[in-house]
């Protein structure tokens, strides 16, 4: 048995490639915690004060996610910290993700709130995925609908909630396959607004943050396997139709063969992204014509996509 990097006593369970740490369980866990709260600091994510929602699937990271920042928060009493779940309306995956989502919470003394595409839209993700394979019609995929439907609906949450952040579970390895997702889909310009912290540009957004931004998905998994946190396992049933999962199977291909290439395109892009940011126009939001959201356009684009689902 390999010894611990760190700590030199105990046997090693875990090891770092990228690093060439070998680490025991209490000393893995010791660096994960370590590293979200370097993340916070480094990018001013939070405050000692501030009111914070986390917005918790169920899925390993945001639950993982919750409990780290649960323990990390205990240090500053004035913050309050809630999840937030939005319920897409996906038969047989995300009812069983708000029961996790709700053991988790309880068992954390964390309020949970949570709101859903029907309660907000009138439809479930599920009910128009139908609507558009009944029409026959070459629609969007189920991911863009979800997507875009899901963001508003987060923000619609929070800002209900009054907080002050809202806190999504990003991944380093979302991180990098966003980066690359935007060069694919031919609009390198959004690289400039995908930031650890993104920048608030109307009074009616609140402000995202990601402390996971840097933090590889292989070890939150290890995380939450050591502290033997609930989460969900099954994949969306959706989830095959993304473009996603092709970008994911190639990074994490080239990470296995070459330990740090996560890393090593994401600093890239925190370099490359001042450069983009004084390039990219600045966006100047007005509110929507039907829902009075925040938007760019005369219609925000959750509006154009009901309108073009003709369900408005
Ligand atoms: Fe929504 Fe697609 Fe994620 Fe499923 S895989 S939850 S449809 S974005
Ligand atoms: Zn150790
Ligand atoms: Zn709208």
Redesign the pocket.
Same mark, same amino acid.
């Given at each position: 048995m390999t010894v #611990?990097t @760190? #700590?030199e006593?105990?046997d090693a369970v875990f090891g770092r490639r990228y690093s060439g740490e070998k @680490? #025991?369980g209490? #000393?893995f866990c010791k660096t994960i915690e370590d590293k979200v709260r370097k993340t916070i600091s480094k990018y001013e994510m939070l405050g000692p004060k501030d009111r914070i929602m986390v917005a918790v699937s169920g899925g390993k990271d945001s639950v993982t996610l919750l409990h780290i920042l649960t323990k990390i928060e205990k240090a500053f009493p004035e913050v309050i910290l809630s999840a937030g779940t939005v319920d897409e309306g996906i038969r047989d995956y995300r009812d069983e993700a708000l029961r996790i989502a709700e053991r988790n919470c309880r068992k954390l003394g964390v309020e949970h709130v949570v709101t859903s595409f029907k309660e907000l839209f009138g439809y479930e993700l599920d009910e128009i995925v139908e609507l558009v394979r009944r029409r026959g019609e070459k629609g969007l995929t189920p991911c863009s609908y979800c997507g875009v439907l899901r963001r508003k609906a987060l923000n619609t949450m929070a800002r209900e909630a009054g907080v002050d952040k809202l806190v999504t579970a990003h991944s380093l390895d979302d991180e990098t396959q966003t980066m690359l997702l935007n060069i694919v889909h031919g609009d390198p310009l959004r690289i400039a607004r995908s930031k650890p912290v993104l920048t608030v540009i109307h009074p009616k957004l609140v402000q995202r943050v990601k402390p996971l931004c840097q933090m590889p998905e292989k070890e939150v998994a290890f995380y939450a396997y050591l502290k033997g946190i609930e989460f969900q396992c099954i994949p969306c049933p959706y989830a095959q139709t993304a473009l996603r999962n092709d970008i994911r199977s190639m990074l994490n291909s080239m990470e296995h063969k070459h330990a740090g290439t996560l890393y090593t395109i994401f600093s890239s892009m925190e370099r490359i992204r001042p450069a983009l940011e004084s390039y990219a126009e600045e966006v100047k939001l007005q509110n929507c014509k039907l829902c009075g959201e925040p938007t760019v356009g005369d219609l925000c684009k959750p509006c154009q996509m009901l309108q073009e689902l003709r369900v408005l």
């Open positions: #611990c @760190l #700590c006593r105990k @680490l #025991c209490i #000393c």
